[in-house]
């Protein structure tokens, strides 16, 4: 199982980070190590003292696949489900100012939570979700996946010329503006529109 995270794919994000907006997705993987059971807490690991939340909308892929094309790329996946792309942003800002990969800042132990799936036929429509997170109890982060510069079939379309996708695999597609720092005791919620999918117990 490999997680497939997309960067900067939300144009008001990209800009609280000082990010261009690039003309092709921003692709990243995280280990399999990086999954946490759910209900398990996270823990704040000791290489870094900036630990960031970013929600994001995640896609669970149901069938092998290579090259799809768009247009067959819905039937790649059949649930979608809300995760949090945990990341390191001191240990990743001296990377990124050295040119160097973001790998550790972004793939360590813990640091892609997710939530349960639910059927996508839930949706109308996959690209009008609304999806937010609240930081004991008060909202922190909400979007919505018409937002998204590069849509889901366009990530499975893009990625799968590089990396065959597996049932299983998850991508997480990009987080909205509103990222922001976790300390040891925070509790987040995750919701896609009023279902709450998602908690994370900081430690
Ligand atoms: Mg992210």
Redesign the pocket.
């Known amino acids: 199982m490999k997680i497939i ?3 900067r ?1 939300y144009a008001e ?1 990209a800009k609280e980070l000082n990010n261009p907006v690039n003309e092709s997705p921003v692709i990243f993987l995280k280990p399999e190590t990086a999954q946490n059971q759910q209900r398990q807490p996270f823990f704040l690991p000791d290489f870094s003292s900036d630990i960031h939340y ?1 929600t ?1 909308i995640v896609v669970k892929i149901c069938k092998l696949g290579k090259n799809i094309q768009e247009k067959f790329a819905h039937k790649y996946y059949e649930e979608i489900g809300i995760g949090i ?1 945990f ?1 390191a942003r001191d240990l990743q800002s001296s990377l990124k100012a050295k040119g160097l990969p973001w790998e550790l800042a ?1 793939g360590f132990d813990g640091s892609a939570p997710v939530g349960k799936f639910v059927d996508k036929s839930t949706f109308e429509d996959v690209q009008n979700i609304d999806f937010s997170l609240k930081k004991n109890g008060q909202l922190v982060q909400s979007g919505n996946t018409s937002d998204m510069i590069f849509k889901i079939d366009t990530i499975i379309a893009f990625v799968s010329q590089y990396f065959t996708l597996k049932k299983g695999d998850l991508i ?1 597609t ?2 909205p503006k509103g ?1 922001g720092p976790v300390t040891k005791g925070d509790q987040l919620e995750a919701f896609i529109g009023e279902m709450h999918l998602l908690t994370v117990k900081v430690r």
Do not use: A, M
Request: with cysteine.
């Open positions: 995270c997309v960067g794919n994000h970013e994001e792309d990341t972004k997480f990009g987080t990222v």
